[in-house]
Structure formats: C-alpha cells, structure tokens
C-alpha cells in the first residue's frame, strides 16, 4: 500500500516537504524558546491573513505575499518593541489581534476569497516544486543564521544585560533572527498551516526541555522528537480524513503531554 501512495508526485513532494521541515525548525523552535520569542512565531504566523489577502488583491501566489508580508511585520514589530518597551507578550498579543483583524476585514470589504482551511491546517499535498524549492532555500537561510549567531543567542538568551554588557550586539541579533524567523514562518504557513507551524516550532522543543539536561542534547531531542512528528502525523493523515498539518499538530501535542505526565520538569509542583 505505501508503494502504492509513493507513485504519486503530491505524496513525494509532501514527504520531501517534512524532510526539509525536520531538519531545521525543531532546532530553530530551541532557540525560539531560549529567546522567549514564542508568541512571535504565533503573531508571523497570524500575519498569514494579511499575506493571503494581499496576494488575493494583487494576484500573486500566497507564497510569493507570504515572504514579503511576514518579514515587514516582524520589522514593525521590533521597532514597536524598541519605542514602547511593552512586554513581548502583550506587544505581541496587539500584533497578533491587528494584522489578524485587518487581513479578515480587508479581505471583507475587497471579497477577496480567503481559503482559511489551508491558511490554518497548510495543504502539504498540494505543493508544487516550486514550494519545495523555497522550503529549501529558507532552511539553508536559517542554518546559516543559527551557526552564525548560535553563541551570541545563547548569550543573550541567558542574561540580555550582561550580553550587551559584554559588546554583543544584543539589537541586531534580536532584529535578524525574528526577520529570519519571520521568513522560515511565512514558508511553513504555506507547507503545514498557522496552527501546526506554531506547533512544530515549540512544542518539539518544549517537549526536549523536560527530557535535556544538556545543550546538544537539547538540540538532538528536538529534532529527533520534531521528526517524529512530522511522520507520525503524516501517516495518520493518509490512513484517516484528517488534514496533514492538525495530524502533525496532534502529535506533537500528544508527545508533549506525555512527557509531562512521565517526566514532569525538574521543580514542577507534584499532583
């Protein structure tokens, strides 16, 4: 049966599509969490609404809208952070509310057609080679990114004063990993959905924190755990009716869960 569903280029192109997912946003979500940047991904992810109506308007691929919109948004988003100094969560809470409502009301008032199913599940059968192309150049972006910036990250991620105070361009940093961020969401959103790509960026790595007393053990458990639940999540949306991107939500979920029942963290209150 699994010969069978290989024959089909949309099953191929959509296991190539968890690959290129694996192999990168687990790893990338670690340092989403040490950077305290979770909601940011949620808010990009959001942006989507206004990405899909601008692409509607202009009649461009979502794709195409998607990198363009998210990384602006993530630049507004920073300087708003920088003139305010609100909390990220509430700063965050803002953007995610106001794009997600301007997308929804422009779309409304052009009646520009928003196909809000794959916006928030993906539609990971349905890419083309041109999605995977992208997903591709967007990893080795991120990799890129990471390795460069991995050390600085941690610093700040540990202590943001005594980062700066030790000539870390704390601003910058913070500024090119949310524009980066931002690119490797846009990608996702088109690949798995908002909902799953929130959910493969953090729980993975939420999850891996329970289990991880060290850094690299940090890194490889969330990949590994990120991996199983992209295939996990796929298969069960070829044997039931259920979208791609909420099966591999679900199962990541399902994991984290798991392990907070099994292994609580460390200093967590017991039952």
């Known amino acids: 049966m699994l010969g069978e569903w290989f024959q089909f280029e949309f099953v ?7 690959v290129l997912l694996a192999a990168v946003y687990p790893l990338l979500g670690v340092f989403v969490i040490g950077q305290r940047v979770a909601y940011f991904s949620d808010a990009v992810a959001h942006s989507a609404f206004l990405g899909a109506t601008v692409a509607g308007l202009l009649g461009w691929q979502l794709s195409d809208a998607l990198l363009l919109t998210a990384p ?11 003139r305010t100094r609100l909390p990220n969560d509430t700063l965050l809470v803002v953007a995610i509310t106001s794009v997600s409502g301007m997308g929804i009301a422009l779309a409304s008032l052009t009646e520009t057609p928003l196909a809000l199913g794959a916006l928030l599940f993906g539609d990971v059968l349905a890419l083309e080679r041109s999605d995977l192309i992208r997903l591709f150049g967007v990893d080795c ?3 890129a990114m990471v390795l460069g910036l991995a050390r600085s990250l941690i610093r700040i991620g540990f202590h943001r004063e005594l980062a700066q105070a030790q000539g870390v361009p704390v601003r910058v940093v913070e500024t090119l990993f949310l524009v980066g961020l931002s690119l490797a969401v846009a990608v996702g959103v088109r690949t798995v959905g908002i909902l799953p790509i929130s959910a493969l960026l953090v729980l993975p790595a939420a999850s891996a924190r329970a289990v991880c007393q060290s850094f690299r053990g940090l890194l490889g458990v969330s990949a590994l755990l990120g991996a199983v639940s992209l295939v996990a999540g796929f ?16 199962v990541a979920a399902g994991i984290f869960v798991l392990i907070a029942i099994v292994r609580p963290v460390e200093g967590a209150a017991a039952p």
Not at 12 to 18: D, S
């Open 12 to 18: 191929r192109n959509a296991l190539v599509a968890m």
């Open 72 to 82: 602006i948004f993530a630049l507004i988003v920073a300087w708003f952070h920088a």
């Open 141 to 143: 972006i991120m990799l």
């Open 235 to 250: 298969a069960v949306a070829l044997w039931q009716p259920i979208p791609p991107g909420a099966a591999v939500a679900l």
